[in-house]
């Protein structure tokens, strides 16, 4: 079943050019899914009830153009395909004459926040979707974001002063080399409480707000047309978070982790 809705552009979603961040393109997917889960009976309130959580495990998102501040756009959402335990979910925002903006093909789990665990996706609930198969916005699977094998994501140089957290050991030979390579940056994040939502954890736009702090102060990162956003471990309240920058082949990537555990990888091309 195709679902879609109307929204305008407002303040919090554009950027300092005045066209629809990054942030605010996901913003708007993120919530027509949710009306769409609200829409068959299957809203937030109805999920809670049960201890149920619908938590996203992938975007996979292509940006084609940018409309700006209080432009009205027209988002679609669909459900594509089920496995056992996780949902393939499509969006397309298009503009007044339907040009397309943006695609994105994502993935989901339904989880019981109480035992945080996933969910099988029974057929009571999947027949409320009604699949658009071969429907596909980006891709018909979301691919594993590779990461480079030399470099450690997880560790801190200076695990005792996050302010020079950033900063790579000068002693140590390969350290430099590998900052040289892969132009290599390493920030703290103190997780605060508006980052946390209702299921108890960092909401899942708050690690792209993350890795954008990662970034060199030289990118613009509105002109990436490709986001890519892998979602391994929940970040909870109260977390320190490293944040590992490095260019890897064409792309920017940013590695979010806590106690030496990768939480999250943001790809942008």
């Known amino acids: 079943m195709l679902f879609e809705n109307d929204f ?17 393109i996901m913003s708007i997917m993120e919530e027509t899914a949710t009306l769409h889960s609200y829409n068959l009976g299957f809203a937030v309130n109805e999920c809670m009830k049960d201890n149920l959580s619908w938590i996203i495990l992938d975007w996979d998102i292509r940006i084609f153009s ?31 004459e339907g040009n397309i903006i943006a695609t994105a093909t994502s993935r989901w789990l339904l989880m019981d ?18 699949c658009e198969a071969g429907k596909i916005a980006v891709s018909d699977d ?15 140089n200076d695990k005792d002063n996050d302010k020079t957290c950033g900063k790579m ?18 920030i703290p994040y103190r997780v605060l409480k508006r980052d946390i939502d209702f299921n108890g954890h960092v909401h899942n736009l708050v690690y792209l707000d993350m890795a954008l702090e990662a970034l060199p102060d030289n ?16 970040i909870m309240p109260d977390s320190n978070v490293l944040c590992t920058y490095c260019r890897y082949g064409n792309s920017d990537i940013v590695v979010i982790s806590t106690d030496n555990v990768i939480n999250c990888i943001v790809q942008l091309s």
């Open 66 to 96: 940018r409309a700006g501040y209080n432009e009205s756009v027209k988002s679609y959402t669909w459900t594509r395909k089920y496995d056992k335990l996780t949902a393939y979910r499509d969006f397309k925002i298009t503009d007044n």
């Open 142 to 156: 979301i691919e594993k974001i590779i990461l480079p094998q030399d470099i450690d994501f997880t560790d801190c």
């Open 219 to 234: 990118i613009n990162n509105m002109e990436y047309s490709s986001i890519r956003i892998e979602y391994k471990k929940e």
């Open 113 to 130: 926040i109480v035992r945080r665990r996933p969910c099988r996706l029974t057929e009571d609930i999947t027949k409320r979707y009604e």
């Open 169 to 186: 050991s000068e002693t140590n030979d390969n350290s430099k080399l590998l900052k040289e390579k892969y132009d290599i940056i390493k």
């Open 8 to 24: 305008k552009i407002r303040m919090r979603d554009i950027d300092d050019g005045n066209k629809i961040s990054n942030a605010g």
